[in-house]
Structures are given as C-alpha cells and as structure tokens.
C-alpha cells in the first residue's frame, strides 16, 4: 500500500532524525526542543543565502560554519507568557556553573563566532554576569543574552552586565501597547519595566534587538509595533510565528492565528523596512516562503542555523537537525519551486488549520529588493550606528583607527575590517552625514556639520 505524499515525508523525516539520535524510530525522542529554537536566531545582519529559482539584487555571503553556541541556563521565568511552547518543561532545571564555564570554552575551542545566552529568564540566575565574564575572558567577541526584560529595570544590573562583557541582547515584546504586552505576558508592568531596560541598555552601547511573537492580539499592529521599536534605536527584528506547542496549544483558541491572515501584515512590514534601508534586519520565522511572496528570501527555516544549544542537563543538538522532526509537506507542496529547501509548516499548526492558503512557489524571478545602500537613510544599522559614534568622538581618522576604537564599542562587534567600515560609510556619506578623503593609500574619515540633522534616534 502506497502512503500518502505528506505521511511519506513524514516517516522519512522520523527516520532521517532517529538516525541522526543513533536510535531506531520507534524509540526517536518524542519531547523535542522545538518550542525554544527561535531564541537562537542569528543576532546580527548576516546576509541570507540565494535560493534556486529565485533572484535578488544583492549577491548575499553564506554564514559561518560554526556560527552561534548556545546555552540554556535554566528552564525558569518571572513571565507567564500566554504564547509560550516551554510549557512543560521542568522549571527546577539549573545549569550548574562549572559546567556552564565549561561548556563556554569548549564553544570557543571548536571555533563558535557567538556566545548565546538564554532559558527560561536567564536574569534570574545570581551569576550571569560572572558566566558573561567568562565568555569574555576566553575571547567570545559577541556575547547575545535573550530576555522578557522584566528585571531589567535595575540600572545597577544593566551596567554589572555591560561591564561583565555583554554586547547584545534581545528582547521579546508582544507589542508596542502596555496593555496588550502585558495581557499577553501575564505581567501588570511588565512593559515600561522591560522598556526602561531597553532604554539603559542603548545608552550602555549594547547592541539591541527584538523578537515579535504574532497571534490574534497584535498581527495586525505588527508595522506600527516595528516602527515603534525602530524609534527606540532597535534596528534588529525577528517575526515570529508561533509553534503550538504548551501554552501556544491551550490558547490556541483564543490568541491563535492563521498564516494566511497574518501573511498581508507581514508583507507590509517587510515593506516598510525596505523603504527604510533595512530589508536585511528583519527576519521572519516558521513561515513558509509561500506566505511571503517577493520577500522568499526572508524566510529563515530556508537556511542553516549553525547552532548547537546546550540544555542545563547537558544534553546537547544541533539546532537544525532538531527543528525540522515536526515539520510536514502536503499537497500544496508538491509543485513548489522550492520543495527541496522549505521543509514545510509545523504539523501542530496544520492539525489545527488545515493547508488553507498554501500555494507553491513558481520558478520565477522576484523583484529585486531594493538595495539598501542606496534608500534614503531614515534609520541605521548597528554599523552604521557604531561608524557615527566613533566619528562624534574623533575627526579625521584612518579605516585602521575606526576598527581599533569599535573594539571598545558593544554594538559595535560586527567592524572586523576594512569592508566593514565602507560598507558602512555607503548610505551615510551618500547623505552627506560623513565625508571620507583618501590620502598616501588611506581612507580619513570624519563626520560633516549636515550630520547634526540626523533624527535623535540615530
């Protein structure tokens, strides 16, 4: 008897990831790790890779091999999050912190670029700015800390984390309204304390972003929420779509949404950060490509995460075997362009909805984005932010001078060399913000008087 399209995929997914476990498929774990892989997010504005019968203004770099180590330091959190898919997980699980020192160098020793740190609330941990301290001292540059923000109201926190070697952190903000933020994340006050971090955060220099997690209370908010955000100094972004899984389940009837109604929402958003000269900060996640017509190329579950998280019980994955043992193809799948790379919804989600509104994408070309470098600046990346920043400091310095200072600058993390500060000069002496001037084989740069225009929130 032949199996239908999406039970065959299904059973090979099953059997590739028993596999990859070492155990047969009847014994395969059933409690996946799933609910908690959009923390891992890459951080920074990385490039995204070209896909097959798709085309693109911007020839984008592929990532690093081994890109972000992950640690989950414990399971317990001071939010009760209505949209949450750790649920079920122990809350008492807690890394102990020689294995958390440990697990930190041996990230470095295999030659991860980025240290991540999460839970849970991983600022309920007493020692996080000691296990910050030692991912600085074995020479993690980027150190990414994701949190609800709650106890970030603390001033003398936020500094104890800046000086311990924190360079990035990443909230999560159901939306840019109080009240709908604090329903959502079972908090009265939870926003305007988690605000007043951000906000101490930005004046520390550390780099920041925000994860956008859609349901029925504020997909269709999600553009004047990201616009909200972009005038607090975040020009980082991850829509996410929600896994149904623990409380995401429960709730489903009441904050559940379907992809089809939350797509045109999505679409606009994107839109407007290309407009803005961002298409690359914003990534969209467990979203198929097919929701995201013109901007394929923004769903992540396309491509490799390179991440391995460590649980607090030491178990260790690999972040993109594990997060596609859910996803499922069905009908709609079988003509898509893109079949062999999107690796289908989340099989919660189809349980609940159905494939209504899945539609194979055609091998044609996309529009192409609208180069970056060339929109007219009305926010900056976190280069470009460094770039200014350095240059309110210091007149007329050498690419080489840029680079040595950045060092000292949280956000500032990405500027490893030469293309990185012109990369970031383009749009803003395009602009006239920064004038650069080439002498005896070098590039001076400075800031001009019209750079006094720039909006505050750059």
Avoid at 248 to 271: C, H, W, Y
Avoid at 295 to 314: C, I, K, W
Wanted: glycine fraction near 8%; include cysteine; charge should be positive.
């Amino acid at each position: 008897m032949t199996l239908p399209y999406a039970a065959r995929m299904t059973a090979k997914r099953k059997t590739a990831a028993a596999e990859t476990s070492g155990r047969p498929p009847s014994l395969a774990r059933k409690k996946t790790m799933r609910g908690i892989f959009y923390l891992f997010m890459p951080s920074h504005d990385r490039r995204l890779p070209q896909m097959p019968g798709i085309s693109y203004s911007m020839e984008p770099a592929m990532g690093e091999k081994h890109d972000c180590y992950e640690i989950l330091l414990n399971y317990n959190c001071n939010a009760r999050c209505s949209f949450c898919s750790q649920g079920s997980f122990d809350k008492s699980a807690n890394a102990k912190f020689p294995d958390v020192a440990k697990e930190i160098y041996l990230g470095k020793k295999k030659g991860y670029a980025r240290l991540g740190l999460s839970g849970g609330e991983p600022l309920l941990r007493k020692d996080l700015c000691k296990i910050i301290s030692v991912g600085r001292a074995v020479g993690f540059r980027f150190i990414r800390l994701q949190t609800n923000g709650i106890l970030l109201a603390d001033k003398g926190l936020c500094r104890a984390l800046a000086a311990s070697g924190l360079t990035f952190c990443k909230f999560t903000f159901a939306s840019h309204k109080a009240a709908v933020h604090d329903a959502l994340i079972g908090r009265p006050g939870a926003w305007r304390r988690a605000m007043a971090g951000l906000a101490q955060l930005r004046e520390l220099k550390i780099g920041l972003g925000v994860n956008i997690l859609l349901n029925r209370r504020n997909y269709r908010s999600l553009e004047r929420t990201v616009r909200f955000f972009l005038d607090q100094g975040v020009s980082n972004f991850v829509v996410i779509f929600p896994l149904y899984e623990g409380n995401m389940r429960e709730n489903a009837a009441d904050i559940g949404v379907k992809l089809g109604q939350a797509s045109p929402f999505i679409l606009k958003t994107l839109r407007m950060m290309q407009k803005a000269g961002l298409p690359q900060e914003m990534k969209i996640l467990n979203v198929p490509p097919c929701f995201l017509k013109g901007h394929e190329r923004q769903a992540m579950d396309l491509y490799r995460f390179n991440t391995v998280v460590t649980e607090p019980s030491g178990r260790k994955w690999n972040l993109d075997d594990e997060t596609h043992g859910n996803r499922v193809h069905g009908p709609p799948c079988r003509a898509c362009a893109l079949g062999s790379r999107c690796q289908g919804p989340d099989a919660n989600y189809v349980s609940i909805w159905g494939w209504s509104g899945f539609r194979p994408v055609r091998r044609t070309k996309s529009k192409p984005d609208r180069d970056a470098r060339t929109a007219p600046i009305g926010y900056l990346t976190d280069n470009e932010k460094c770039l200014m920043e350095i240059l309110r400091q210091a007149s007329n310095i050498p690419t080489q001078t840029v680079l040595e200072r950045a060092k000292a600058i949280p956000f500032c993390q990405d500027c490893k060399d030469g293309n990185a500060v012109l990369n970031a000069a383009q749009r803003l002496t395009t602009a006239g913000w920064v004038e650069k001037r080439f002498s005896r084989g070098k590039f001076y740069w400075s800031l001009t008087t019209k750079h006094g225009s720039a909006p505050s929130h750059l």
